[in-house]
């Protein structure tokens, strides 16, 4: 496919708009159509350019990220909002999710991890940035039945589970190979049979079935 991925920036720190705006330059399929330092600014920017992918920060003046993206997925369900932010609580997070974001990224990881992100979240992923997601496996599940290895999955191993849950949160074969310490090869096998046993087509079918499951909800 030729056509570029459409992408607007709203960030209220010049600097960082600048550092934003030349990791989107540089990458062929990406084209920047616009800029906001405000909330209202964006909000209006994006309703009227109805970009593909919106790159917003969480804190901004007049109206912050999560106001925004509640708003888009009202008024412009077609735009895929992606939050970039300072914060790593887990609040934030999940606030973001149940506002529709599809991406969380972090400030700090953003030269290494935006674009990834953007091209996640175009083809209907859901990626929250790997330093966030890891902590997911760190903690202990918050509610009975809501871990990869729950019983309300009797169809798929705990690997299997453990390989969709990493895969729902946008990272590619190699990375939940490198976690799980297992080979490419062996991730696409466990991917391939889970979602065979769970009839899953899409990545969208995939985060969907995530979601149900209370996965992203324990981030």
Known sequence: MNEKTRVILADDHPIVLSGLRNLIEAEADLELVGEASSGL????????KLPDIA??????????????????????????????????????????????????????????????????????????????ATRMFESKPSHPGRSPTSANMPNLTAREAEVLK????????????????????TVETHKARATEKLKLKTRAELVRYASAQGWLADI
Do not use: W
Not at 41 to 48: F, S, V
Not at 105 to 116: G, T
Not at 166 to 185: C, H, P, Q, W
């Open 41 to 48: 600014a964006a909000l209006k920017l994006i309703q009227e």
């Open 55 to 132: 790159v917003v920060d969480i804190t901004m003046p007049e109206l912050n990220g999560i106001l925004i993206a509640r708003r888009l997925a009202d008024e412009c369900p077609t735009v895929r909002v992606l939050m970039l932010t300072l914060h790593e609580d887990r609040s934030y997070v999940k606030q973001a999710l149940g506002a529709g974001v599809r991406g969380y990224v972090l400030k700090r990881s953003a030269a290494e991890n935006l674009v990834q992100a953007i091209r996640a979240v175009l083809v209907g992923g859901l990626y929250v940035d790997p330093s966030i």
């Open 166 to 185: 990493f895969s729902a949160l946008g990272f590619t074969n190699k990375e939940i190979g490198g976690r799980l310490d297992v080979s490419t090869k």
